[in-house]
């Protein structure tokens, strides 16, 4: 094996490495738990018009199986990532916004839902 591709390898993952993350904005500012005993909860978020908000639903003691959407947003763009969502604000926001999730998994030992009501308000 030769030298030249293994260092420019490594720069490229120097560079790479440097390049600044960009971690998305705390949007919900208090998030109530919920406790997959099919409960609702209601979360508020607030986000500036053209911004998107990515948000995991996992606690430390809860495994979540599935999420799924029961209603969606009637401005905005949402989509269930993993055991989370991203939700992209249009870029002219006029007036809240809202969907709902429902999600399925085990708290510590037990199976249950929980309904997720989010309430999507213009910065």
């Not at 030298?3 to 120097?14: D, K, M, R, T, V």
Request: glycine share 8%; with cysteine; aromatic share 8%.
């Amino acid at each position: 094996m030769r030298a030249g591709p293994i260092l420019l390898l490594a720069a490229a993952a120097f560079a790479a490495s440097c390049l600044a993350a960009q971690a998305s904005p705390l949007c919900i500012k208090e998030r109530t738990p919920f406790a997959l005993s099919h409960d609702t909860v209601k979360w508020t978020m607030s986000i500036a018009p053209g911004a998107e908000c990515i948000q995991g639903l996992r606690w430390s003691y809860m495994q979540i199986f599935n999420v799924s959407v029961v209603s969606g947003p009637s401005r905005g763009q949402l989509a269930v990532v993993g055991s989370g969502f991203r939700y992209s604000a249009e870029n002219q926001t006029h007036g809240t916004d809202k969907f709902t999730l429902l999600i399925s998994g085990k708290n510590r030992h037990d199976a249950g839902t929980s309904t997720l009501e989010v309430e999507v308000n213009p910065q």
